[in-house]
């Protein structure tokens, strides 16, 4: 629902901009801009009769009223006005929006893209009254009503002689609906090329095809006030020459208008680039001006290809898909190039280190944010523009699995370094011990950690590595357990070697960072080689450094003590060895 959500309001921003930008050029008249606000009246579609002539009825209503006798056209090209009446017209232009609206109602079109559903419909319509108009129809009492529908098993009527159905609609939102099938729909356009020189059928109301899509109607209608319509409708110019199906009108009109489009995105990408070289603190910003661009333009480029130049349905679809993908994906870069640059701005505001493990968190909650948006985002331009949706979500599940499966490594690293930031067993500037691993933490990235060694080099360790073993956190130490062995020789006398234990222990008391209730001096063996005494003591020091400083103090001053108390430290002599009851100077 949120992405949904999101996008409808971009969508309502874009109309917005569209109406400004288009009333700034000057070319909106009065009715097209009250046009929408006209209500949708009910189609009877009960039977394939009703649907057959109530759509037959509405288009010939909705062709007379443009082109008839009394229509709003042919009042106006015989008349001798210069501009067309606007204000008189205003209620006349919302009748033939609900005309529109209502003719569409009469067909299956569940199948086209969201995108060009509005505009393709209004086309298909007047294009399949054009082929009504050359057929020969059955009368109304060989066109089966609701009754005679109910009494057949096989719920689709075809038109003699042609391959147009109207058929039950069996599921969807308009159930139980007889309307022109999905298929008659799909070979409307290439069936009117076939048939559009063909003379019409006595009884038939004028066609408005060729009038409206050949010539420039829509710029005659949207200048109205600006430029006299009858410059732009009468007569039959060079350029309402076809080619490739569309006049020539029409594609100077394109390439102006996809000049002035590219002339604004070039400019905000200069801009743009010119302000991120400046590095000033408004800079990032200012990033985002190409995307926006392109999010402001398409839409009313979209608008204008549509109600104004009146693109044939193969190339109005071509242009506004692939127009509305690049806004979609405009969109996606957007919501991600925005997300990151708000958690800076957050990171910032709050003060926080720029690698500490609490700014990569929220870089990396932002991230799956916006990752998440922005996959919601495509999804529903697929959808919009007509591309299986399903089947790219389908997609985007498979390719993550092979994805996981082909970085198991990479995804374990990941792990890792998310365990890491989020128990927090060490931050940045902690020395940690993991198994072979020591060092000073410098940074906690996603997928390795970065560690500054003894002897200065730099260390970059896989984060899955170090929480597989067990982390010492040497910062974070209380207490140093001191643990060492002094081997005196046989002949030591019992009271030069009682004299030098009390000593010992006097020492350690003495000495400011000693606990005075971890000291413990005992003879622990007596060997062949001479007396061994343990010495154990814990140091109260804040790091490893002031660690090693206060052991080799104390361990100093107990070889000095071993002198004065007589034991000889020669080593061809009885005396005294000192060596560490494990490994390392301490525990």
Known sequence: MFPSRLVSIIEIMQKRFTLI????????????????????????????????????????????????????????????????????????????????????????????????????????????????????????EDVPDAAAMQARSFKKWKIPGSDLSIALMESGPRAGEYLFTQATVDQVPSLYESIKDEPRRNGASVGIYEFLFMKPTGIAVMTARVIPSRWLLEGDPWTNRPIWGEPIWRWIALLSLLGLMGLIFWGAFRLSETSSRRKSPTHVPWVFLPSLSLIIMIPSVVYILGSVLFFTPKFYSLLTEGLWGLNYIALTTLVWGGFRWLTEWVIKLERLKTDSTDSQLIRLGSRLLALAIAIAILIEGANRIGLPSYSIMAGLGIGGLAVALAGQQALANLLGSLIIMFEKPFRIGHSIKAGSIEGQVENIGFRTTQLRTADGTTLIVPSSEIIRTPIENLTLRKHWRVKKSLKVGLSTSLEALSNFKFGIEALLKETPGVNEKSIRISLAEILAEGLEIRIEFTLEVKNSAEQLNLADAVLTRILDLARTTGIRLDPEEPGVAIRSADPGLGS
Do not use: V
């Open 21 to 140: 930008l288009l009333l700034l050029l000057g070319s909106f008249s009065g009715p097209l801009s009250a046009a929408p606000a006209a209500t949708l009246s009910a189609a009877d579609t009960s039977s394939p009769r009703s649907t057959l002539f109530g759509f037959i009825a509405t288009m010939d209503e909705r062709c007379n009223s443009l082109l008839g006798p009394q229509g709003l056209i042919t009042t106006y090209l015989q008349s001798s006005r210069l501009y067309i009446d606007t204000a008189a017209t205003q209620g006349h232009m919302k009748e033939l929006y609900k005309s529109r609206k209502l003719s569409a109602s009469y067909l299956d079109l569940s199948h086209l893209p969201i995108a060009i559903l509005d505009q393709q419909s209004w086309r298909l319509t007047i294009q399949l009254k054009e082929i009504l108009d050359r057929m020969p129809l059955p009368s109304a």
